[in-house]
């Protein structure tokens, strides 16, 4: 049966507690500082004396454990909420509209220019061939050749762009890393969290204990060094044995005053 932890640990917080602690008398053989265990007091013993003191253990990494319930928290509300509120939908549906009419016209300006550049070319040739060549057959050459300067231009702005944007792309693109994966930050909360638990908490309580010898069962009034080791014994009731007779108060009387008749010598007979 096991004792609770910490009152202001959280519920599911609780059994991450007892697993350090089982670790740290587990592998306490390896550790020079717990050498007297099995001495004086055993795994067990030291255990209840760590739940029982659970409370002033886990307040030595507190901050850390504020730290990490805080992160958690936010990543799980990060997980509940929405990908994003209606502002950005609507910014993010503006600018790909932009850039899709951006994109359309860029397509679409060579095609039509290049259309009507081979239109005004073709009318405008067939018109000389005629007899008497019509007067606005040079016009229409004309316009012909304008039209091929702006489908030039025009495939030129849309070949930059195309490269514009790969070049943007490329930079705000996350390259695949087969090596080691970044730590979530919730997991490296956790972890500090646990360090300073085991450091700042569980450990110098064991140590402590067992280096009191006031510490433990068959010890009612153990050393305790700033409160931090709790009692494993007991301090019996004050039985005190009642009193002997002879100490005990005197019933109070004093007895009947009794005295003798008034009789007198010869001198005092009665008259």
């Known amino acids: 049966m096991h004792m609770t932890s910490a009152p202001h640990l959280l519920t599911e917080d609780r059994p991450e507690f007892d697993r350090l602690l089982d670790e740290a008398l587990r592998t306490a053989h390896e550790r020079p500082e717990l050498a007297a265990?099995?001495?004086r007091l055993n795994a067990e013993q030291l255990r209840t004396m760590a739940l029982a003191a659970s409370a002033l253990l886990t307040a030595a990494a507190a901050a850390e454990y504020d730290h990490y319930?805080?992160?958690r928290e936010e990543r799980r509300d990060e997980l509940l909420s929405p990908p994003g509120t209606a502002g950005e939908e609507d910014d993010d549906r503006g600018s790909a509209g932009g850039a899709g009419l951006a994109a359309v016209i860029a397509v679409?300006?060579?095609?039509l220019a290049g259309t009507a550049?081979?239109?005004?070319?073709l009318v405008g040739y067939a018109l000389k061939i005629v007899d008497p060549e019509p007067a606005f057959a040079e016009t229409m050459l004309t316009a012909g050749s304008f039209f091929g300067?702006?489908?030039?231009?025009?495939?030129v702005f849309a070949v930059t762009g195309?490269?514009?944007a790969a070049v943007r792309n490329s930079a705000t693109e996350v390259a695949a890393d087969d090596g080691e994966p970044v730590p979530d930050e919730v997991a490296w909360a956790r972890e500090e969290w646990r360090k300073a638990l085991l450091e700042r908490g569980i450990m110098p309580f064991l140590r402590d204990a067992l280096a009191d010898p006031s510490a433990g069962p068959g010890f009612p009034a153990p050393r305790s060094r700033g409160g931090r080791i709790p009692s494993l014994g007991y301090t019996p009731p004050d039985f005190s044995s009642p009193g002997l007779p002879s100490e005990g108060?005197?019933?109070?009387?004093s007895p009947p005053d009794f005295t003798s008749p008034d009789f007198g010598g010869p001198e005092h007979e009665p008259k």
């Open 108 to 111: 679409l300006a060579p095609v």
């Open 162 to 164: 195309l490269l514009m």
């Open 69 to 71: 319930v805080k992160v």
């Open 117 to 121: 550049m081979l239109i005004f070319l």
């Open 249 to 253: 108060p005197r019933p109070g009387y």
């Open 149 to 155: 300067v702006l489908t030039i231009v025009s495939l």
């Open 37 to 39: 265990l099995g001495e």
